[in-house]
């Protein structure tokens, strides 16, 4: 190796913080590093004095103290005796309810709309253009209150159900019955409890500890049968039939617990001037859940439309040379493909569906929201501290929402050799 004067590098310099492009980038973050953190401790610092100037100080003890007030829908026992701490927990189980179903029905709803609207039936197409263009273009406050409206002034009350000859009908083959009040749906009930484990207040049942098991088992061992299913077809060539094996590892267990546990549908009925036995969901909980989904929905339908549109349509042409259907095409070989292109922007969407949940206020829906946010809020004058936990709940749940779908997002993006 030949060696060339002035090859190495020369000494470190001060100036070179500011000349030297290798150490100006570094130089620049510190310094706005800096000025970030002055600029955040001065706004502390003048909050906390402010604060004290008019008799305040930051404290959280007010989540220990009793709460005294009443929340109609409820995941965990709450009473109003209890702390405003376990009233925050109910509100936030109430957000996370409403989320996850509203993200769930949102996502299928979605998928449906974005197919059809890529139909060759015109009057199809047409149908789930106007959805699209109707829910996305209204704001979501709006379709909150007409959906309330429409559960509070058309749905039938209770007592209309009642006699022989009655003026409403329970719909879904008798299993559920909306009102003007609540929305009575089936409850699940077992001929064969298997006890619960207690935890203070609440309990897990074991069965719910055996479904969970049994899922668990059965999804590692549809991962194990698909690695050998792909280790036999580099082998030979072809793929074995493998669906019927996964469909047994994840039906065959969870129909053997049904039985042994005598699970069953406890349908509601009219007792008086309300209806029993089943659940009473809140009119509340079931017009956001609803207003969420169509909302969000629409969104996403534009998503899995451009997504589609995003692969090629020699895709689509090779498949059917091969002999696919439409549909096998769509499921195996379209829908895969467009996931990468579907993915990042339904990160967003789900982000939205979560942060827009805090509009349940408008129907009073107790949630993270109406608890912390809302009446606690109220009754304890902690303003700044009920407003930093709420923007500190939503901001973790908006990071686990973002890290587990990109998470999902690394597994199906194309992958470049």
């Not at 604060?51 to 109609?72: E, H, N, Q, V, W």
């Not at 309810?97 to 015109?122: F, K």
Request: with cysteine.
């Amino acid at each position: 190796m030949v060696d060339y004067p002035g090859a190495a590098s020369p000494p470190f310099r001060l100036s070179m913080l500011i000349y030297d492009r290798r150490y100006r980038s570094l130089t620049i973050q510190a310094v706005v590093f800096i000025l970030v953190m002055l600029m955040a401790s001065w706004l502390i610092d003048n909050t906390l004095k402010n604060l004290a100037i008019i008799g305040k100080t930051l404290s959280f003890d007010f989540l220990f103290r009793r709460a005294g007030y009443d929340i109609p829908q409820q995941l965990i026992p709450y009473n109003s005796d209890d702390t405003h701490l376990r009233a925050t927990i109910v509100g936030l189980l109430n957000t996370l309810q409403v989320s996850i179903l509203g993200c769930i029905s949102a996502t299928i709803l979605g998928v449906i709309v974005g197919v059809l609207r890529l139909s060759s039936n015109w009057l199809i197409a047409r149908l789930m253009t106007v959805y699209v263009e109707v829910f996305r273009n209204i704001p979501l406050l709006l379709w909150i209150l007409v959906i309330l409206a429409i559960f509070t002034e058309i749905m039938p009350a209770p007592r209309d159900y009642r006699g022989e000859n009655p003026a409403a009908n329970m719909i879904m083959f008798d299993l559920i019955a909306p009102t003007n009040r609540y929305t009575a749906v089936p409850g699940i009930g077992m001929s064969n409890p298997p006890g619960i484990i207690a935890l203070g207040r609440e309990g897990i049942s074991w069965a719910f500890i055996a479904y969970a098991t049994v899922l668990v088992l059965a999804i590692i061992g549809h991962r194990m049968l698909r690695k050998w299913a792909r280790r036999v077809q580099d082998r030979t060539g072809r793929r074995p039939t493998t669906w019927w094996i996964t469909l047994a590892m994840y039906l065959l267990p969870v129909l053997l617990l049904t039985w042994h546990f005598g699970l069953h549908l406890i349908p509601p009925v009219l007792r008086g001037f309300n209806f029993a036995d089943g659940i009473n969901l809140d009119n509340a909980f079931v017009v956001l859940w609803i207003a969420l989904t169509l909302y969000t929905g629409a969104f996403i339908a534009e998503i899995v439309r451009g997504g589609i549109l995003a692969v090629s349509r020699g895709q689509t042409e090779a498949a059917f040379a091969l002999g696919l259907r439409p549909g096998r095409t769509m499921s195996l070989v379209i829908l895969p493909q467009a996931l990468r292109v579907i993915v990042p922007p339904l990160i967003s969407q789900y982000l939205n569906l979560t942060k827009n949940s805090s509009l349940a206020i408008a129907v009073g829906f107790m949630d993270l929201r109406g608890t912390l946010g809302g009446t606690t809020l109220n009754q304890t004058g902690r303003e700044m501290e009920c407003m930093l936990l709420m923007m500190g709940i939503y901001l973790i749940l908006s990071l686990i929402i973002s890290g587990g779908m990109n998470v999902f997002n690394s597994r199906v993006k194309l992958r470049e050799r």
